[in-house]
């Protein structure tokens, strides 16, 4: 009983006193990462610690153990993270159904300008907003299964796709606005 209470304590500790050390050690690995995404990792790297401690051995190293877990589940979310390589003619037809999606039903007609400007608007994002982007809205994926795959919780990803399609939106108006001047 009192290595689970030692585990605990010893966690709680070096988490209260390493936790920005822990954020930069992600940043440092995961290229292209946001500050909000390391912080991510490290919060759930910590509750699957946390859920099993009292299950563990005495950690002697408590240091070596958190990094060796984190290192682990950065692992983890690269192996998921996989390129998709996809015909011209497929590429086109969902860019077209997302620019259905994104402005209506209206005549299904978009102008090639529009569809590059949604192209580029969607290039720009930040990785963690992209890929949620792409993975929802051209791959077909459920928030379920990107969350299985890369162990982000459901509403993480809900809110990533939510933040991202507004910011997508504020971008290409203010591109519409800048063209129009």
Same mark, same amino acid.
Request: hydrophobic residues 35%; without cysteine.
């Given at each position: 009983?009192?290595?689970?209470?030692?585990?605990?304590?010893?966690?709680?500790?070096?988490?209260?006193?390493?936790?920005?050390?822990?954020?930069?050690?992600?940043?440092?690995?995961?290229?292209?990462?946001?500050?909000?995404?390391?912080?991510?990792?490290?919060?759930?790297?910590?509750?699957?610690?946390?859920?099993?401690?009292?299950?563990?051995?005495?950690?002697?190293?408590?240091? $070596?153990?958190?990094?060796?877990?984190?290192?682990?589940?950065?692992?983890?979310?690269?192996?998921?993270?996989?390129?998709?390589?996809?015909?011209?003619?497929?590429?086109? &037809?969902?860019?077209?159904?997302?620019?259905?999606?994104?402005?209506?039903?209206?005549?299904?007609?978009?102008?090639?300008?529009?569809?590059?400007?949604?192209?580029?608007?969607?290039?720009?994002?930040?990785?963690?907003?992209?890929?949620?982007?792409?993975?929802?809205?051209?791959?077909?994926?459920?928030?379920?299964?990107?969350?299985?795959?890369? $162990?982000?919780?459901? $509403?993480?990803?809900?809110? &990533?796709?939510? &933040?991202?399609?507004?910011?997508?939106?504020?971008?290409?108006?203010?591109?519409?606005?800048?063209?129009?001047?």
């Amino acid at each position: 009983m009192a290595a689970k209470t030692e585990n605990r304590n010893n966690l709680t500790t070096f988490f209260n006193e390493e936790y920005h050390s822990l954020r930069m050690y992600v940043q440092s690995k995961i290229r292209n990462t946001s500050e909000r995404d390391a912080e991510d990792i490290v919060q759930d790297v910590a509750l699957r610690i946390y859920s099993r401690a009292d299950d563990l051995n005495p950690i002697n190293n408590i240091g $070596g153990f958190v990094y060796s877990a984190i290192r682990n589940r950065i692992i983890d979310i690269m192996r998921g993270r996989k390129e998709h390589k996809y015909p011209a003619e497929e590429i086109d &037809r969902q860019w077209q159904d997302f620019a259905e999606a994104f402005y209506g039903d209206a005549d299904n007609s978009y102008s090639p300008a529009l569809e590059e400007e949604l192209k580029k608007a969607v290039a720009a994002l930040k990785p963690a907003y992209r890929d949620i982007i792409i993975a929802i809205d051209f791959e077909g994926f459920t928030y379920k299964e990107i969350a299985e795959r890369t $162990g982000i919780p459901t $509403g993480t990803l809900m809110s &990533r796709r939510h &933040r991202a399609m507004s910011v997508l939106l504020n971008n290409l108006e203010n591109s519409k606005e800048s063209k129009s001047i």
